[in-house]
T-cell receptor, first 112, second 114 residues
Framework: GESVGLHLPTLSVQEGDNSIINCAYS??????FIWYKQESGKGPQFIIDIRSNMDKRQGQRVTVLLNKTVKHLSLQIAATQPGDSAVYFC???????????FGTGTKLQVIP | DSGVTQTPKHLITATGQRVTLRCSPRSGDLSVYWYQQSLDQGLQFLIQ???????AKGNILERFSAQQFPDLHSELNLSSLELGDSALYFC?????????????FGEGSWLTVV
């Protein structure tokens, strides 16, 4: 049958390897960025955030890098595990009452 | 558990009908956001409320409306439903306005229009 819906870019990585998920954002006025993980049928889950006055922030096994010059955001996951398999969204937000805008999403598949 | 509660979790209804989705934000959060996610689609922003007032509007259809009540819970009303309205509807909340306030999502309400 005919498929419907957006075809998400997919990143396949071997268990134990590092993953890098990239995101290009659109609004140069955005000053806050968030990465979310969404498992099938569940709500987006907060992973890590970064403000525009920073270019790097580290969490547990995750690192977010921000390059404002080229409006690029990346999420690095160290020692990727099967439980990391999900769709990852980046989101951008302006100051004050600005809405939060989500990127298209990237599907991460971890190969055991 | 994000602390954002959405009801109902699942809902099946017929075309032309009207439904109401409910959201209770995290304790202390004044902002509520509504998003729509269709099959294999990204998250489409619908509308945002802050302390009872509408603050930002996305591509929300005229058939859809929302409000935030004095107790800060919010409702999304979907009327004259069409098959294409079948989707996951997420509510999210955040603490008082300003950059750097993380937005937490509920588990969503699955709406199926038949």
């Amino acid at each position: 049958g005919e498929s419907v819906g957006l075809h998400l870019p997919t990143l396949s990585v071997q268990e134990g390897d590092n993953s890098i998920i990239n995101c290009a954002y659109s609004n140069s006025a955005s000053d806050y960025f968030i990465w979310y993980k969404q498992e099938s049928g569940k709500g987006p889950q907060f992973i890590i955030d970064i403000r525009s006055n920073m270019d790097k922030r580290q969490g547990q096994r995750v690192t977010v890098l921000l390059n404002k010059t080229v409006k690029h955001l990346s999420l690095q996951i160290a020692a990727t595990q099967p439980g990391d398999s999900a769709v990852y969204f980046c989101a951008e937000k302006g100051g004050g009452y600005q809405k939060v805008t989500f990127g298209t999403g990237t599907k991460l598949q971890v190969i055991p | 558990d994000s602390g954002v509660t959405q009801t109902p979790k699942h809902l099946i209804t017929a075309t032309g009908q009207r439904v109401t989705l409910r959201c209770s934000p995290r304790s202390g959060d004044l902002s509520v956001y509504w998003y729509q996610q269709s099959l294999d689609q990204g998250l489409q922003f619908l509308i945002q409320y802050y302390n009872g007032e509408e603050r930002a509007k996305g591509n929300i259809l005229e058939r859809f409306s929302a409000q935030q009540f004095p107790d800060l819970h919010s409702e999304l009303n979907l009327s004259s439903l069409e098959l294409g309205d079948s989707a996951l509807y997420f509510c999210a909340s955040s603490s008082p306005q300003g950059a750097g306030n993380t937005i937490y999502f509920g588990e969503g309400s699955w709406l199926t229009v038949v």
